[in-house]
């Protein structure tokens, strides 16, 4: 068995993962000290291409740093109603926060989620201003699948140039991403790169540089949809191309767990909130 083997029933364990992730958006607590300042807000033609703002009810000294937080779902599911309660726990921390949807498999294939990520990035930066944010301190932060198109547009270049702002990306975050996972082995996998000319485009490995924005890693120990492995090997290329790269492994959590903790339901088990928040807040300071 291969190091991706495990990996063979993804689509499954993921949907399976992430519906309890949905149901604290309807059944946890949030946190308080936020709003959300404007919903659907378009950064594009598809019904798809919307996005919530959020940021904190206090006043501050200077603006807010920015975040666009982009949730999992395997390419193919998901939307930004069932993740609320996340964006509040980055918001409450001290950022305006942008949420959007994107398109996703089997409407579009590869590259259209990353040009989606890629613009509603541009689009957060642009607005920043009118919440309250800094678009010279905005960074990227993503679940699952979220983390590969926050790392896709942090770290290959073309995506945000493309969008009109090349060096908007500042940091980049990613919890339980999949970031090597060459060759496609798995239907979520084949179904939303198999198409692509050069498979090793579709993979953030690919782009690691010297002078790409800092990136910080978080894995559980126990994920079995993707391998914590994946987190390991980004950051040590990342590191051996004379680029910044923070990795932490958190010990017995799954896919799910990791990003269930910036729920105040379980942010008990681990300080993962804590950690990528203290990270974002450094470097966008």
Not at 71 to 87: K, L, N, P, V
Not at 180 to 203: E, M
Not at 245 to 254: S, T
Request: glycine residues 10%; hydrophobic residues 45%.
């Amino acid at each position: 068995m291969t190091r991706r083997g495990l990996l063979a029933p993804a689509a499954a364990v993921l949907a399976a993962a992430c519906s309890p992730l949905g149901a604290l958006n309807a059944l946890g607590p949030r946190d308080s000290g936020v709003r959300r300042l404007a919903t659907g807000v378009a950064y594009g033609d598809d019904p798809r291409q919307r996005m919530d703002i959020l940021a904190p009810t206090r006043t501050p000294d200077r603006p807010w740093p920015v975040l666009v937080f982009f949730y999992g779902g395997g390419w193919d599911s998901g939307e930004r109603g069932q993740y609320r309660w996340a964006a509040h726990a980055l918001a409450a921390r001290g950022f305006v926060v942008a949420m959007p949807d994107y398109r996703i498999v089997p409407t579009v294939r590869f590259p259209a989620f990353i040009e989606d990520a890629a613009a509603a990035t541009a689009r957060a930066g642009q607005l920043a201003g009118e919440y309250g944010g800094d678009p010279h301190r905005l960074g990227v932060v993503g679940h699952s699948a979220g983390a590969h198109l926050a790392m896709m547009i942090a770290l290959d270049r073309r995506y945000m140039a493309a969008a009109g702002a090349p060096a908007l990306i500042r940091a980049a975050a990613g919890l339980a991403g999949p970031y090597d996972f060459l060759p496609l082995d798995v239907a979520s996998s084949i179904n939303a790169f198999g198409r692509a000319p050069d498979p090793t485009l579709t993979q953030p490995v690919t782009f690691v540089r010297p002078d790409a924005p800092p990136l910080w890693l978080g894995h559980g120990t126990d994920d079995q949809v993707v391998h914590a492995e994946d987190t390991t090997i980004l950051c040590q290329r990342m590191t051996a191309a004379g680029g910044r790269c923070e990795a932490k492994l958190y010990p017995g959590l799954d896919h799910a767990d990791l990003i269930a903790t910036f729920s105040p339901l379980f942010r008990k088990k681990a300080p993962v909130l804590q950690d990528v928040t203290a990270f974002l807040q450094r470097e966008l300071a």
